[in-house]
């Protein structure tokens, strides 16, 4: 009996330090320096360009990202970001808004992002390789506002909102004996003219001095695609965009 506790006992043990291997919860916050490209209008109204005529330029913007890995085989991780591509200046051109034509103004462009992601991994660290599949599920939380110099005109302030579920690809090589890792990750949904493309590919690197919180970096590119059709998802306004641009951050993995 003694010899059935010790070797239950050590089952135990050895089952919950295989666990623990596989439990991780990593996340990051930095920059993202963004440049934008692409129009806005407003339903049938002529479309304006973002660069040429709103007179937005690249900006930096906050991006934050925190994901839970556990080992139960049926039950899907959990992945969960938060950006906000944010873009500002004076009008360059006119603009045609609901049927008024604004000469100048100034005028902000504002696209909040709420990423929740449920994916499994079908290679987990096999060959320092590791493949993530999924469903990611992003809100998009947008705002146009205009204030014209005169104050003749109306200001517009133009709310829209809409959630996009999007294929989730992740790939990523660890360097062998190093500390450096490259991932890129692609999400993405296509469908009558609405399109939504978010991608980006990294360099990280983990401090692994430390034995349980881990301080790492990570330095990457990002590109994002926005595009949404007033006609066909009950929007007032109209987006063909895209941001991109390097993003740098620090990371921590417990």
């Not at 990051?28 to 320096?33: I, P, T």
């Not at 950006?83 to 100048?104: C, H, M, N, R, S």
């Amino acid at each position: 009996m003694k010899q059935l506790l010790s070797m239950a006992a050590m089952t135990a043990l050895m089952v919950t330090s295989v666990h623990a291997d596989f439990l991780r919860v990593e996340g990051a916050v930095g920059a993202w320096q963004t440049a934008p490209t692409g129009s806005i209008s407003y339903e049938n109204n002529n479309a304006f360009d973002l660069v040429d005529q709103s007179g937005f330029d690249a900006s930096t913007n906050m991006y934050a990202w925190v994901y839970l890995k556990h080992p139960i085989p049926v039950v899907p991780n959990v992945r969960i970001e938060y950006a906000e591509p944010k873009f500002t200046g004076d009008l360059k051109q006119q603009i045609e808004w609901d049927g008024q034509v604004y000469a100048t103004g100034h005028n902000e462009l504002s696209l909040r992002q709420y990423d929740a992601v449920l994916y499994y991994n079908i290679l987990d660290n096999t060959l320092w390789s590791t493949i993530d599949l999924g469903l990611d599920v992003k809100y998009i939380d947008g705002n146009y506002q205009l204030v014209e110099s005169s104050g003749t005109l109306d200001k517009i302030d133009q709310d829209f909102s809409i959630v996009m579920p999007m294929a989730y690809v992740r790939a990523r090589v660890q360097i062998p004996v190093t500390n450096i890792g490259v991932e890129a990750i692609v999400r993405g949904i296509a469908y009558s003219d609405n399109a939504v493309v978010d991608a980006e590919i990294k360099l990280d690197y983990t401090m692994d001095f430390v034995p349980i919180v881990q301080p790492g970096l990570e330095l990457g590119y990002r590109y994002q695609q926005v595009k949404l059709d007033s006609s066909s998802i009950g929007l007032d306004a109209n987006l063909d965009t895209t941001f991109s641009g390097v993003y740098g951050g620090i990371m921590v993995r417990f």
